[in-house]
């Protein structure tokens, strides 16, 4: 199924939950991450409780160290 994460249509399995995108996407190192299915956004203690649907809008945001 067809999903859009941060501007791109990717292809994911019908059983994906956020947790397990966020970490094929950003890997283990979860700590500064934001998650927004659809403009709401997903406490992380629910990542492993949510599934993506097809045509969802998800939205992955890393804050960053910088000066």
Known sequence: ???TYNDQIQQVTKETS???F?????G???NGI???INETIV???EWA?????ANDKLL????????
């Not at 966020?22 to 950003?26: H, L, N």
């Not at 409780?49 to 649907?53: D, E, F, G, Q, S």
């Open 43 to 45: 406490p992380k203690s």
């Open 34 to 36: 934001a998650v927004a």
């Open 18 to 20: 956020v947790s397990e």
């Open 60 to 67: 992955i945001i890393k804050a960053t160290q910088g000066g």
């Open 28 to 30: 283990e190192k979860q």
């Open 49 to 53: 409780k949510t599934y993506l649907k």
């Open 1 to 3: 199924m067809e999903i």
């Open 22 to 26: 966020v970490f094929s996407q950003i």
